[in-house]
């Protein structure tokens, strides 16, 4: 068994949306070793009932903590609202995730205390990001807004297409004209129209990708506890998926910005 700071970052997602948490990881930290686990048999995790979202949850964490990681990183904004606690349960290792990130970066960069957040049917009817705010602030304003469209949109590849720009005009209306200063992406989806919700919030809005979140504080958990891979050779990227790999390679390699050498196809 490797060094433990040598050992992975397992990062997990219900499907391929992860991928932009790793490719922060990639950018931030680079010499880390990681692990990518996407259930694209059983995704999306949304319109299943809590109970089996902690089902699915504790039988991938089982699968990475067998894979001797040093970390967990909970890239599923829906696993993080619900089944968070399964896996702090069930880990010996360090767990982040998402929602958590997401909230102390956009009340660290909140300056008016009016926050939007927007997300997938489901995290926004969880409420999560509100509570996780207010805990950090209570006195936070927060305006929600669900996305649906979002998701299919990225991975058709539509990033800044006419349709993808108009169906963001139209969610975003109501959530601009609460005056916020901040905006969190609160799906892992999202930080890949980062440049087009840009363009449609402007310059006087902060706009908070969890993703990019997500990677700063790993950096600096791993950090405080003496964690930090400090090796030179080259990092190592694994890749399990428990369905559809040839879909999963083709997409990842968009979302990751470079090539994938190998998805392993796994049954939990």
Same mark, same amino acid.
């Given at each position: 068994?490797?060094?433990?700071?040598?050992?992975?970052?397992?990062?997990?997602?219900?499907?391929?949306?992860?991928?932009?948490?790793?490719?922060?990881?990639?950018?931030?930290?680079?010499?880390?070793?990681?692990?990518?686990?996407?259930?694209?048999?059983?995704?999306?995790?949304?319109?299943?009932?809590?109970?089996?979202?902690?089902?699915?949850?504790?039988?991938?964490?089982?699968?990475?903590?067998?894979?001797?990681?040093?970390?967990? $990183?909970?890239?599923?904004?829906?696993?993080?609202? $619900?089944?968070?606690?399964?896996?702090?349960?069930?880990?010996?290792?360090?767990?982040?995730?998402?929602?958590?990130?997401?909230?102390?970066?956009?009340?660290?960069?909140?300056?008016?205390?009016?926050?939007?957040?927007?997300?997938?049917?489901?995290?926004?009817?969880?409420?999560?990001?509100?509570?996780?705010?207010?805990?950090?602030?209570?006195?936070?304003?927060?305006?929600?807004?669900?996305?649906?469209?979002? $998701?299919?949109?990225?991975?058709?590849?539509?990033?800044?297409?006419?349709?993808?720009?108009?169906?963001?005009?139209?969610?975003?209306?109501?959530?601009?004209?609460?005056?916020?200063?901040?905006?969190?992406?609160?799906?892992?989806?999202?930080?890949?129209?980062?440049?087009?919700?840009?363009?449609?919030?402007?310059?006087?809005?902060?706009?908070?990708?969890?993703?990019?979140?997500?990677?700063?504080?790993?950096?600096?958990?791993?950090?405080?506890?003496?964690?930090?891979?400090?090796?030179?050779?080259?990092?190592?990227?694994?890749?399990?998926?428990?369905?559809?790999?040839?879909?999963?390679?083709?997409?990842?390699?968009?979302?990751?910005?470079?090539?994938?050498?190998?998805?392993?196809?796994?049954?939990?």
């Amino acid at each position: 068994m490797p060094a433990a700071n040598e050992q992975p970052i397992g990062v997990f997602d219900s499907g391929i949306g992860g991928l932009t948490v790793v490719r922060a990881l990639m950018e931030r930290l680079p010499h880390e070793n990681v692990i990518y686990f996407g259930d694209t048999a059983r995704v999306p995790f949304g319109v299943k009932s809590v109970e089996t979202i902690k089902r699915y949850t504790a039988q991938i964490t089982e699968f990475l903590l067998s894979q001797n990681v040093k970390m967990l $990183v909970i890239a599923c904004n829906t696993i993080a609202a $619900v089944a968070r606690q399964v896996v702090k349960t069930m880990s010996p290792v360090p767990v982040l995730d998402v929602i958590e990130a997401g909230a102390l970066t956009a009340v660290h960069h909140s300056r008016t205390k009016r926050i939007g957040v927007i997300g997938t049917m489901t995290t926004i009817s969880s409420d999560a990001y509100g509570h996780a705010i207010h805990l950090l602030d209570p006195a936070v304003h927060i305006v929600s807004q669900a996305c649906p469209l979002f $998701v299919p949109l990225v991975e058709e590849g539509w990033w800044d297409h006419a349709v993808t720009r108009l169906t963001a005009q139209e969610y975003l209306g109501s959530v601009l004209a609460e005056d916020i200063d901040t905006l969190v992406l609160g799906c892992t989806h999202y930080p890949l129209l980062k440049p087009l919700l840009k363009d449609l919030a402007g310059g006087k809005i902060q706009l908070v990708d969890s993703a990019e979140a997500m990677a700063e504080i790993t950096a600096n958990l791993l950090r405080e506890q003496g964690l930090m891979n400090s090796g030179c050779g080259s990092s190592e990227y694994r890749y399990y998926v428990t369905d559809f790999p040839l879909r999963f390679h083709h997409l990842g390699e968009r979302f990751l910005g470079r090539a994938i050498s190998d998805v392993q196809l796994i049954q939990l």
